[in-house]
């Protein structure tokens, strides 16, 4: 049985990228899922401001608990077994890093999301794990993505 990796930020497009991994099983691919949400590191405002690393690591972990529920939500309706990870640091090394450690067959990722500046300038998520993962990559468009290119 396979076991594809999907990168969720909350984002629809990112749902997309989970409707499309259950589409496949539900078509007859044996496959489970895991469910992956990287937040952004914590600045050095937000750690001074803090004082206590536990605090940021309890509001990032939320934070990505929530991003996550809605694609959690979809695979239980859909009856497709799936794991969830929530990791802290640079969304394209970090899924990697989850890739390797849920020794995953396959990514599956939206072709944009909840990016920031930087993203933009330096390329996305998804360009980089094309770029670099060894394993294959899915990059989900949405309809509306597709009559524009």
């Known amino acids: 049985m396979l076991k594809i990796l999907i990168a969720v930020d909350g984002s629809e497009l990112s ?16 496959a489970n899922l895991v469910l992956a949400n990287v937040q952004e590191a ?8 803090a004082h206590d690393p536990l605090v940021l690591q309890e509001v990032s972990q939320g ?6 529920a809605a694609a959690q939500a979809l695979a239980k309706a859909a009856g497709v077994e799936f794991e969830s990870v929530v990791e802290s640091g640079d969304p394209a ?15 599956i990722v939206g072709a944009k999301g909840h990016g920031n500046l930087r993203g933009a300038l330096m ?9 670099s993962c060894p394993l ?9 993505q597709d009559a524009s290119a």
Do not use: C
């Open 93 to 107: 090394n970090s899924l990697l890093d989850i890739a390797e450690r849920f020794e995953v067959d396959a990514i």
């Open 123 to 131: 390329g996305s998520v998804s360009q980089q794990l094309v770029n």
């Open 42 to 49: 914590a600045t050095l405002y937000e750690m001074v401001v």
């Open 15 to 30: 749902l997309h990228a989970v409707r499309h991994a259950l589409s496949l099983v539900q078509e007859g691919l044996r």
């Open 136 to 144: 294959p990559v899915t990059v989900v468009k949405h309809a509306e």
């Open 63 to 68: 934070a990505g608990t929530h991003q996550l």
